[in-house]
Every structure is written in structure tokens, then in C-alpha cells.
């Protein structure tokens, strides 16, 4: 199951949100957790039951072996370590290379949600022991663990909560009305950027790269999309599983952050998904960060491991070596002189260097890359842009504007601005924005609901 099945949309969330205000106690809230979660996993796979289950069983005593090693015997607890991390690599590895779910050959977003979904899953099973190993105390209370483990709020694409950082409010949590409400808020909102505007994006991806017709602004405009159609797919998913952990009584930090061109390269990889770099991170740069030569060959590897996390085939590893290069050149030589540079300048260098860089996850294939980047200069070009594009262009332009005001932090700001400062007009117009914008949310979801309806009938 996704996030974006009408079932789970209209009966499974609001079920166990409205279930877990029936007892006041965090054992009965998680025990409701475990069986809407379990429902969610199985929805339409069942052996993906089994392998959560299994990992559960192995992570929860691979937590207690390694904490009663850890002061004892370093290497012991080290070994052990390395066991649940290999456990966790072929659970992994079984679902998505064993016909479980059937994998793309290049990197389709839609198709790509599954895999990911166990990816998430696997990484914060092993996130736990890691953390056990470095210090933390282990998860003497199964059901707690479970309810880390199997919870729907952060399955489907993260964000990767550490079990540290949620382990109080797994014992002791009180859902409020301001918890709902803006749960709600964050639940539409990221299925809005799903549903309609991901959509949107997918439309120009295939119009500017999945067409013969090559033109220059369709493969600027086409690998823009792609990126846009990733960006918002995964952090609308990662919004609403925030928004459903607040309805839950749950909070957590984001998962993206607003693109800098003052991080350069490195910030912007390391903002994107802040979790997953966040936990690579730790297991593998953070030993040697503060040794240049040492910390430029961390960064390195830690860009193949996300890579390879993402899409385990040759393409990935290739683009996460590129991106681990690009990395480790602006630590060591140009990174500096760089950010000196004037803003407009650095966000050029990030939008060129991305595509280069990023747009081989997308082809697969040397052809497809070769003519796309000729297309980028022009060469092979019949036009600039070609008809299918200007149709999909015009009948998306409102989507697309809105779009960019949600994804500009200073398009954001003057948003917020503005309707705050209407609110503090009077107490009337308080009350008008704030219905407004109650009535635009609610329409917002009918308007995905209908979409999600359509798509599935084929409409």
C-alpha cells in the first residue's frame, strides 16, 4: 500500500486516528499502530509481513546482544553490528531483487516507491542497533520497538526517525486538537504536491525526454521536471507521513530542506533527504571529518552507500562515484574560492552540475545521456520547443506557478507575510483567512481525490 491509495486516504488513516482516542494509554495507542501498520504492509503483499516480523525479531535482539557487548567486548559488539547490518542488506535485497516487486530498468519515481518504501524500513531497523552499538540504551519492551518498526507514518519514504529521538513519545504521548488540525494541513498539503503537482511534472519529463522530437529547451525543461517530479513526490510523501505522526501524537523533524546555493553541491545532496545522508553521515564521514584527505574519501564513500541505498544497479553507483567527486573536488580545491562567488553565478553551477551529474539515473544508458546532453547545447535540435510541449506547458500553467511559490522559500515568505498581515487587521479578518484557507485545504483534498479516482479508472 501507498501513501496516495484511496483506501488508506478514507478508511485506514482516519480508522486509526479515530481508534486511538477510544483509551488514553500509550500501550493501547501503539497497539493500534501495530495493527493499522501491519494492514498497511500486507495491503496486497503479504510475504512483506514475514520480513518485517523476521527483522523485527533479529533487530530487537541484535539491540540487546550488542548493548551487553559494547562495554565488554568492542569487537564482539562490533561483529554483531556487522551481522544485523548484513541481515538488514538482504532483507532488502530479497525484496527487491527477488520478485516481490517487479523493479524498473531506469529510475521512474512511481514505480520506484516500494523498493524505497523497504529501503526506509531497513535503514532505520539497522539505525537502531547502530545507535545501541554508539551508546544508547536498547529496547527492553518488544511492543515499543514494534511500533518504531512497523508504523505507517514513516514507511512509505521517511522520513528515517532515529529510535533515540522518538523512544519518549513512544511511552507517553497526548494528541491535541492543534496536533490534528495541523496534521491534517501537512497530510493535504504533501498529497496535493504527490497527486497533482508531481503529476504535472511527469507530463513535462515525458514530453521533453520520452519523444523524438529533440529540442533544446524541451531537454532543459524535461530534466528540470524530472528532478521537480522526484523532489516533490518524495517530500509530499515525507510531509504527509509528518502530518500523520502529528495526528498520532507523534513529532519529528523534516526531511528537505530549502535548496542554498551558499552550500554549493555538498549542501545541496545533503539536504535532500536529510535523514538518509544524516544517517550515512554518521556511520561513515563523521569518524573522519575533521581530517581533510581522510574526510574527502568519507564523503566519497558515503555518496556511493546513498546511492546504492537508492537504486542498488551500475547506474547508481556510477552517478553516486560522480557526485562523491564533485564533493570531494569543492572540499579540497574550488569550494571556497566558489561561494565567493555571486549567488546567481553558484546557482547556475548547481543547476548545470546536477543535471550532468543526476541525469544518468534517469537514461540508464550512454545513447540516451549523449543525446540528451548534445540537446542541451543545441545539437540534434529541430526547435526549440516542441508542440506537445507548449500543450502540456499551457494546460498545467496554474499548477506549475503554484508550484513554484511552494518550492521558492522567498515566494513562501511573502505568502505567510501577506495573509498574516491580513489577520491582523481585525478579528474579522482573522476569522475570514483562516476559513478560507480551511475551505482551499478541503477542496485541495477533494481535488486529489478526484484525480487518484480518475487515474484509476483510467480517465
Known sequence: ???????????????????????????????????????????????????????????????????GLRDRSRAGAVLFLMLDMLFNAAIFIVYTRGDVVPLPDKLTIKESLIPLAMGYYVLRAFSYVFDVYKGEEAEKNPLCLLTYMASFHFMMCGPVVRYKDIKPQLRERRITGRMLSEGASHVVIGLAKVVILAHALRLVKLAGLETNDVTLFGCWLGMAA???????????????????????????????????????????????????????????YAPFKDKKLLGAAAAFVCCVAVAAWYSFSKPAFIVGAAAGAVIVLERLLYGDRLKKLPAAVRYIYLTVLSMLVFGGLYFGTVYGFRKWAFGLVGVGDKYLLSKQMKRVILSNLFVYIAGLISFIPAARGLLDKGLEKLKGRSREMYTTVEVCKTVAKALLLLMCVAAITAREIGV
Open 1 to 67: 500500500m501507498v501513501y496516495t491509495d484511496l483506501f488508506f486516504l478514507l478508511a485506514l488513516l482516519p480508522l486509526s486516528v479515530i481508534f486511538s482516542f477510544f483509551d488514553e494509554s500509550a500501550e493501547y495507542k501503539n497497539t493500534v499502530l501495530i495493527i493499522s501498520g501491519l494492514i498497511f504492509i500486507a495491503w496486497g503483499r503479504p510475504i512483506a509481513v514475514l520480513l518485517i516480523l523476521l527483522s523485527f525479531i533479529f533487530d530487537w535482539a541484535m539491540g540487546l546482544i550488542v548493548a
Open 226 to 284: 524530472f528532478f521537480g517530479e522526484a523532489y516533490f513526490t518524495l517530500s509530499g510523501l515525507c510531509e504527509m507521513s509528518l502530518g500523520m505522526g502529528l495526528m498520532n501524537g507523534f513529532t519529528y523533524k523534516k526531511n528537505f530542506d530549502d535548496i542554498d546555493s551558499g552550500g554549493l553541491f555538498t549542501g545541496l545532496v545533503k539536504g535532500y533527504n536529510t535523514s538518509v545522508t544524516g544517517f550515512f553521515s554518521d556511520m561513515i
